[in-house]
Every structure is written in C-alpha cells, then in structure tokens.
C-alpha cells in the first residue's frame, strides 16, 4: 500500500482544514486507517483512526469533538477534518495504514503534510 497525504497549510487558530491520504492498492478497504502527527521537536503521537469498515472511529483526547476521520473505501481515500484548529496543532501529520490489533498497527506510512496553525 502506497499513501499519499495532502491538504495542509497555514491557517488561523479557529479555523479548518480537511487532509486527505489517497491510497494505492486494492486491498485499502481492508486495511485500517489512521493520523499521527508529530510536532516541532516532539515524538510522533496518534491523532485518530478508522476500521476498515468505517464503523469505528478513535481518536486521542486531544482532538475529541474538534477532529473527525471518515473513510471512501471506493475513493480508497482517508480524511481528517479539523476544526477548531489551535496553535498546538501545528505538526507534520502522517496517514498510516495496518491492521485492527489495538487501535491499529503502523505497516505502512505516506509522507507528511506540514499543518501550522497561527494565534
């Protein structure tokens, strides 16, 4: 599986932005999909995650009720959509495929895409 991630920018504490990780393959609807972000000089940290099915969904605590993921298994496509974006937010954010073990294991990585939120 090949992802590619996009969508990110420069946007103001408050606003939106909706990231997207276009898959390869065809075998993306079998796998489960997520977002981990990684901030400036800090670890790599989860963001959220879908099954497969798209029928559940976690997410860190940090972003609960701001953040949504949501799945097109026939666009072989995962989204993130951002609300309520705040100056913490600002990171590189990955999309990551794997399977259901856990919330989900990280087989396979897309490139970054850098978010940076302004106060």
């Known amino acids: 599986v090949q992802l590619q991630a996009s969508g990110g920018g420069l946007v103001q504490a408050g606003g939106s932005l909706r990231l997207s990780c276009a898959a390869s393959?065809?075998?993306?609807?079998?796998?489960?999909m997520g977002w981990f972000r990684q901030p400036p000089g800090k670890e790599r940290e989860f963001v959220a995650a879908?099954?497969?099915?798209?029928?559940?969904?976690y997410y860190a605590d940090s972003v609960k009720g701001r953040f949504t993921i949501s799945r097109d298994n026939a666009e072989n496509t995962v989204y993130l959509q951002m609300n309520s974006l705040k100056p913490e937010d600002t990171a590189v954010y990955y999309c990551?495929?794997?399977?259901?073990?856990?919330?989900?294991?990280?087989?396979?990585w897309g490139q970054g895409t850098l978010v940076t939120v302004s106060s």
């Open positions: 990551a495929a794997g399977r259901p073990i856990g919330i989900m294991t990280t087989n396979y």
């Open positions: 879908i099954r497969a099915g798209g029928d559940t969904t």
């Open positions: 393959g065809r075998t993306f609807s079998t796998y489960s």
